[in-house]
């Protein structure tokens, strides 16, 4: 069953940036805890306040699934409603 591995990046709107800030610990923390969670990374852009790298990967499309539907009920999905997102999902054997 192959991975599914997200790449990406996040642009946050200034307004909001603390509170984005704020709530990635947590995030971050619930994320790695879901089953078929292998890889969970967001990071501040070196040169882009405003920007954060993403790089995830599922063990299963269920997995990543199941995160994607969390996400959407969560305090981090309320909080980033207004922020950008660029990103890629492939399949990785």
Same mark, same amino acid.
């Given at each position: 069953m192959p991975n599914i591995v997200l790449k990406g990046f996040i642009v946050v709107p200034d307004?909001?940036?603390?509170?984005?800030?704020?709530?990635l610990p947590e995030h971050i923390e619930l994320t790695r805890q879901e089953p078929g969670c292998l890889v969970f990374e967001v990071t501040p852009h070196p040169t882009d306040?405003?920007?954060?790298?993403?790089? *995830?990967v599922f063990n299963s499309t269920a997995?990543?699934?199941?995160? #994607? #539907?969390?996400? #959407?009920q969560s305090h981090w999905g309320q909080v980033t409603g207004r922020v @950008?997102?660029?990103? @890629?999902?492939? *399949? #990785?054997?």
């Open positions: 307004t909001d940036l603390d509170v984005v800030k704020n709530a306040p405003n920007r954060f790298d993403v790089y *995830e997995a990543f699934n199941a995160h #994607q #539907q969390r996400v #959407q @950008e997102r660029q990103y @890629e999902v492939t *399949e #990785q054997s």
